[in-house]
């Protein structure tokens, strides 16, 4: 089958009544769902799941991914305007999202995400359609040591993420990798590090540590503030929201690279959004001439992550379907959704069944035109948010986040976890460390450790399997290089700034 005559079954089954519907429901649920703090795709796609079983399975399958990429959209709300990861994804935009909304240019910011969300969205279905079989096939020649060697090229990479000195940001990470042993050993079903507690036997959740991390500490360090209303009339007129010709300017070749790194990680089964969104960033910070805007507001750090989660949201369902491997836990609910219905996914799914693969893709290009509709006019709603007096806002923002970190796993001691991280992350601002790379080493410590131990079991306990296949000796060079170049460029950023002042 042709890719005209596949596009042709995808518009008759994403443009049918049931088809426009089911996504219109999706793309709405998972904007509002990311907006909220700690809620998630993932918790909103199993608690609606059993609703699909009656559902025809293209149609079930077109409103559950529209959540997910829905989410994509809706988390950065929060990121911007409060410093609150509505999803995991969207911890990084944080970190110059939250800034512009401080300097007056929330409106700018939601509008640039949303610009950079549907580009980066639009670009991954185009590599669905067209590449999803070579992608597929590509993705299949990477090993536990291929993987491994990714991830640590992925926390090196961290490491020039934050300001300051690498070694405070290497710092981070390790602490990362600890807290993600925390649990139950997925190869001996042993507990590490619970103490006793039978409440960390399924570890500590990456959204109990980002909301404490972002949003509790920012609640924290601004008690007491009696801060009136940031915003007047005037920016709330879409003019006022609309980008500068030098924003425009600085926006598309991030948004390009972001994407292309979204693409990548997203064919590769056990990566994800969450890693793709980080690797941009850390990728814009490397490449930039001015390094110092990073972290007060860059235009770059918001579109570069937002384009690259998108994409990758995307493209995430290529292996999923392509060959039954899920790539994250939502991924893994879309599999199941589907052999529900009694559908193998694999390499044959998309010649058996081309009213499910090419309808899926074509719904993504519709859902994402819907969400832009339905949220650029939203954007002055949410910027209002900042007219709240604080002493109304942050004390509500703290009600929903503790129902969003229960409604994880229905546990008072993941609140407990996340106000503990609150005052964790206050402390880390005090002394100017920062939480990304924490939560980097987070998502990759399970990952890295399961795939270091399982390329240790197929070339028997030895280490030279990381250098003999090409693909991992590649990433480890780069790995290296960026650790080297990470450095250096601290020192010699030290040495100016030392030289400056002592000539002064």
């Known amino acids: 089958m042709g890719l005209l005559d596949g596009l042709w079954i995808g518009i008759q089954t994403a443009l049918s009544v049931e088809g426009l519907l089911f996504c219109l429901a999706g793309v709405v649920m998972g904007t509002f769902i990311g907006v909220l703090p700690g809620v998630g795709p993932l918790a909103t ?99 536990a040591a291929d993987y491994f060697s990714l991830m640590l090229l992925g926390l090196v990479a961290a490491a020039m993420i934050s300001r300051g000195s690498p070694l405070m940001s290497i710092a981070m990470v390790f602490i990362g990798l600890v807290l993600g042993l925390v649990g139950v050993d997925v190869n001996t079903a042993e507990f590490r590090f619970t103490y006793g507690s039978i409440e960390l036997a399924d570890g500590i959740h990456l959204v109990v540590v980002a909301t404490g991390m972002f949003g509790v500490s920012e609640i924290i360090s601004n008690a007491g503030s009696i801060a009136e209303a940031q915003i007047t009339k005037a920016d709330l007129k879409f003019r006022n929201m609309l980008p500068t010709r030098d924003d425009l300017r600085r926006m598309w070749k991030p948004i390009l690279r972001g994407t292309g790194v979204g693409a990548g990680f997203g064919i590769l089964p056990g990566t994800g959004s969450t890693i793709a969104s980080f690797v941009a960033y850390a990728l814009e910070t490397k490449i930039t001439k001015t390094p110092e805007r990073f ?77 832009v509709i339905v949220n650029v006019p939203l954007i002055g709603v949410w910027v209002r948010l ?67 131990r399982r390329a240790m079991l197929l070339s028997r306990g030895s280490l030279t399997t990381f250098f003999e296949r090409p693909i991992s000796l590649i ?30």
């Open 45 to 143: 796609i199993a608690i609606l799941l059993p609703l699909t079983f009656n559902a025809e399975p293209q149609f079930a399958l077109i409103m559950l991914s529209g959540i997910y990429y829905g989410a994509q959209y809706g988390g950065s709300t929060a990121s911007i305007l409060l410093n609150l990861p509505g999803t995991a994804t969207n911890a990084v935009t944080c970190l110059d999202g939250y800034p512009m909304a401080q300097q007056g240019r929330a409106g700018v910011a939601l509008l640039l995400t949303k610009m950079a969300s549907f580009t980066g969205s639009l670009l991954g279905v185009l590599l669905i359609g067209g590449f999803a079989p070579i992608l597929a096939a590509f993705a299949l020649e990477f090993s």
């Open 386 to 452: 900042l007219s709240i007096p604080y002493v109304v806002l942050y004390p509500s923002i703290l009600v929903f986040i503790c129902i969003g970190v229960y409604s994880i796993r229905n546990s008072a001691f993941d609140v407990f976890c996340m106000l503990a991280f609150g005052v964790v992350g206050y402390l880390m601002r005090l002394l100017r460390f920062q939480p990304a790379p924490l939560l980097l080493g987070l998502v990759l410590g399970p990952l890295m450790e399961e795939n270091f």
């Open 295 to 371: 972290g007060k507001g860059a235009v770059e750090g918001v579109v570069a992550p937002e384009s690259a989660n998108n994409a990758a949201a995307q493209t995430a369902f290529i292996p999923t379907l392509t060959l039954g491997v899920p790539g994250d836990a939502v991924m893994a609910l879309m599999l199941g959704a589907l052999m529900i219905h009694g559908l193998i996914p694999g390499p044959t799914l998309i010649t058996e069944h081309p009213d499910i693969f090419w309808g899926l893709v074509v719904s993504f290009l519709i859902g994402n035109l819907i969400l």
């Open 475 to 504: 990433f480890i060079v780069a790995t290296i290089g960026f650790l080297v170049a990470s450095f250096v460029r601290y020192y010699r950023s030290r040495s100016v700034s030392s030289d400056a002042s002592g000539s002064e």
